[in-house]
């Protein structure tokens, strides 16, 4: 064979070879643009679409104020506005009190139903619609009882007791008190809160260290500014985590099933990182120390008055992946309530018991059932499951009204 013919046969051996990778080329080419194109409708859609929910919604957590001078935030009184929590919205409304209520209204000083308030923080305020919160479908169940939500969202005991403060102060009577205890809590006593004065008023950093890596801020982009995209998005995060892969990262300092915030209950936390990466200053056992405190002053203010204080616990997804059912968040607060406590409530075990519920091939069914997806907070489903173990308590231990303390001394 000539060198010409060799040349020959190589030129048509490559032909083939070229066209291939001209086709691949085109076809990634084609690809590429077409993600490009899709993104930016995906941009130009969402742009639209928050646009119209700003009409609606406004900015911000609408009757969520940070300018109380006692407690840094509350809700403004006698409100109305929608919300939007997640990819859900709902109506939220507050009483006179600055309390949210199924309806906007004149709370008066005494009520000749027995009166219970509810503090704690957004687990109690709710993240869902009135009816669908705990605290909702508690009042739902006993109409004979009047109930006060005094939760709000990123409060801890310095606030529960300076809400009850703020009541008793005002005059309101009530005649039994329910503190549902967030496992957040030790944190924000630790190293969110620190005390202004002997009033008991708070005050907060003025800097907060986020815990974001890369995946963090890719995740947080496309929730905030492509949302067909993070549908799509959300449907793999879905099914891993039905699955059992237990890692959801929104850009909210970290995976949703290992907060700093929760870890606490069933690993080591930092003392010396700040606000919201760690515990300092005061540390994890001075945080819990200082939840302590707060507590046993609320309790002494309403013991003097004679009305009686239940403490409820409830788990984080964490718990229901790291922790067991005696956490050290029950444990602590069990042990906290002997001889104090009309009742200790632990949610911990219905929530555990739904958990294994789950099929074996499907462990994280339990998380898309009870929880908002990409949250910590519980859904509709979730919400229930509190109401329906703190209702059963309430049943067996009916509220009354309580005999107004006489004050004693010399004639």
């Known amino acids: 064979m000539s060198p010409t013919d060799v040349k020959e046969t190589r030129t048509v051996t490559n032909q083939p070879s070229r066209r291939l990778a001209g086709k691949l080329l085109l076809l990634l080419f084609t690809l590429v643009f077409c993600i490009a194109i899709f993104l930016a409708l995906d941009w130009f859609h969402t742009a639209a679409v928050q646009r119209s929910a700003l009409k609606v919604t406004g900015k911000g957590l609408g009757c969520f104020s940070v300018r109380d001078m006692t407690r840094v935030f509350s809700l403004r009184p006698n409100c109305s506005c929608i919300r939007a929590w997640g990819g859900a919205r709902y109506s939220l409304m507050t009483n006179s009190l600055g309390f949210r209520d199924k309806e906007m209204r004149q709370v008066p000083l005494s009520d000749a139903k027995p009166r219970v308030l509810m503090l704690g923080d957004s687990f109690t305020e709710g993240m869902v619609a009135w009816d669908d919160s705990f605290v909702g479908r508690i009042a739902a169940n006993f109409p004979q009882y009047d109930f006060l939500n005094g939760g709000v969202g990123a409060y801890s005991p310095s606030n529960y007791l300076n809400t009850a403060r703020l009541a008793l102060s005002e005059g309101v009577d009530f005649d039994e008190a329910i503190v549902f205890i967030d496992i957040s809590d030790a944190q924000d006593e630790a190293a969110f809160y620190r005390d202004v004065d002997a009033s008991g008023a708070v005050a907060i950093p003025e800097l907060h260290f986020f815990d974001r890596n890369w995946y963090s801020k890719l995740r947080m982009a496309i929730s905030e500014h492509f949302l067909l995209t993070n549908y799509i998005v959300e449907f793999f995060e879905r099914t891993l985590v039905r699955f059992g892969f237990y890692?959801?990262?929104?850009?909210?300092?970290?995976?949703?099933?290992?907060?700093?915030?929760?870890?606490?209950?069933?690993?080591?936390?930092?003392?010396?990182?700040?606000?919201?990466?760690?515990?300092?200053?005061?540390?994890?056992e001075g945080g819990i120390a200082k939840e302590k405190a707060k507590m046993t002053l609320l309790w002494q203010e309403l013991a003097k008055r004679n009305i009686p204080l239940s403490v409820v616990v409830y788990p984080y997804p964490a718990q229901l992946i790291h922790d067991t059912v005696d956490s050290r968040q029950v444990r602590i607060w069990r042990e906290w309530?002997?001889?104090?406590?009309?009742?200790?409530?632990?949610?911990?075990?219905?929530f555990f018991a739904a958990r294994d519920q789950c099929p074996r091939m499907q462990p994280g069914c339990w998380y898309l059932q009870y929880f908002v997806l990409g949250d910590i907070h519980y859904n509709a489903a979730g919400n229930a499951v509190v109401a329906d173990v703190v209702s059963k308590s309430l049943g067996e231990k009916p509220v009354e009204k309580h005999r107004v303390a006489v004050a004693t001394g010399s004639p």
């Open 337 to 350: 309530c002997e001889g104090k406590c009309k009742s200790f409530i632990s949610v911990f075990p219905a």
């Open 247 to 284: 890692h959801l990262d929104r850009g909210n300092n970290g995976n949703e099933f290992d907060y700093e915030k929760s870890a606490w209950t069933y690993r080591a936390v930092s003392n010396t990182e700040p606000f919201e990466t760690g515990y300092a200053p005061l540390g994890l």
